[in-house]
């Protein structure tokens, strides 16, 4: 699959297979992370694989979370709680800014996400289905504390994987046209 093809066809899919990932797969999709674009040379972006029963842990601080915003319905938490079992594998990326003075806490942002990308694209190519998830309870205080990250640092999301259950469907977008000007 070239780069081009992998672009057009990669999609958000979260159907996936209960069927454990092998290690040399995640391996190679947080490799391919790591080979973003950053200022500097920072490598800003920090990782947390959650697999088996270590997605309890993830289920807890999201229940704990949604307990102290307040929720009480009992099926809601159970929704909650059920949340890290949608897929086999979990990796938390999060971003730990530089204390470089001359980087830019945007452009270490940036770079995290297109770690991200670069993530999603080499999972599809190793013919993963991926699923990136975030919501008010990636940014929460608690979220950051379970991660150990600096009072710089940030959860930018949790990107789902596993081998999916049907094919991926096919994408839409509009025409690069619409969103570009030529200038010169």
């Keep these: 699959m070239d780069v081009h093809e992998a672009i ?3 999609r958000s899919f979260g159907l996936v297979k209960d069927v454990n990932v092998e290690r040399e797969k995640i391996e190679k999709i947080i ?3 790591t080979w973003a674009p950053c200022h ?3 490598e800003p972006w920090r990782f947390f ?3 088996g029963d270590g997605r309890n842990r993830l289920s807890e601080v999201l229940l704990k979370i949604a307990k102290k915003n307040g929720e009480t319905e009992e099926k809601k938490l159970e929704k909650i709680q059920a949340k890290p079992f949608r897929a086999p594998v979990i990796i938390a990326v999060a971003v730990e800014p530089s204390e470089n003075p001359k980087a830019l806490k945007i452009e270490e942002y940036g ?3 297109a770690c991200i990308q670069n993530m999603l694209l080499e ?3 190793l013919g993963l289905a991926g699923f990136w998830r975030t919501g008010k ?6 979220m950051k504390e379970f991660f150990g ?6 959860v930018l999301g949790f990107l789902y994987f596993g081998f999916p259950l049907r094919s991926l469907p096919e994408g839409k977008r509009k025409s690069f046209e619409t969103f570009t000007k030529w200038i010169g």
């Design 8 to 10: 057009r066809t990669r």
């Design 31 to 33: 490799e391919a992370g």
């Design 137 to 142: 309870p990636t940014y929460d205080q608690l």
């Design 40 to 42: 500097f040379r920072t």
């Design 123 to 125: 999972a599809h190519s």
């Design 111 to 113: 770079a995290t996400y």
């Design 49 to 51: 694989v959650f697999q």
């Design 149 to 154: 990250l600096s009072e710089k640092g940030e």
